[in-house]
């Protein structure tokens, strides 16, 4: 059973937006690492943003990290309970299953690329981009 779960996928048009939420379920995501991974059709899970946990003694905000291929595009970010992509100027090629992950890792201000290092995981969305 998913501790997370992901929503705002669907169809988009070259150039569009969409975004993407993830919420947990019993509780809230303030003690992980967050990171959203995809799933291109035929292809291996691939890593797409990570955001540190929400430091409330911070003075400049949680740590971001990106995937060179939606660098400019996508921006990830999060509050208490949820973790948000927004997804500009899509691409055909960021037709996906997009999939949120968490790392418990309190007070870590290092993103993580790496899918082995994530605890939790949804069941993905999917999203479709045509030309």
């Known amino acids: 059973q998913s501790q997370l779960a992901e929503s705002g996928g669907g169809l988009a048009q070259t150039g569009g937006s969409l975004r993407l939420s993830c919420a947990r379920s019993?509780?809230?995501?303030?003690?992980?690492?967050m990171g959203w991974f995809r799933q291109p059709p035929g292809k291996e899970r691939e890593f797409v943003a990570s955001?540190?946990?929400?430091?409330?003694?911070?003075?400049?905000?949680?740590r971001t990290s990106y995937a060179d291929s939606v660098k400019g595009r996508f921006t990830v970010s999060r509050d208490t309970n949820t973790l948000y992509l927004q997804m500009n100027n899509l691409k055909t090629e960021d037709t996906a299953v997009y999939y949120c992950?968490?790392?418990?890792?309190?007070?870590?201000?290092?993103?993580?690329?790496?899918?082995?290092?994530?605890?939790?995981w949804g069941q993905g969305t999917q999203v479709t981009v045509s030309s």
């Open positions: 019993g509780g809230d995501i303030s003690g992980y690492v």
């Open positions: 955001i540190t946990w929400s430091g409330s003694n911070s003075r400049s905000g949680p």
């Open positions: 992950a968490g790392d418990w890792r309190p007070y870590s201000w290092s993103p993580s690329n790496d899918p082995s290092t994530y605890d939790i």
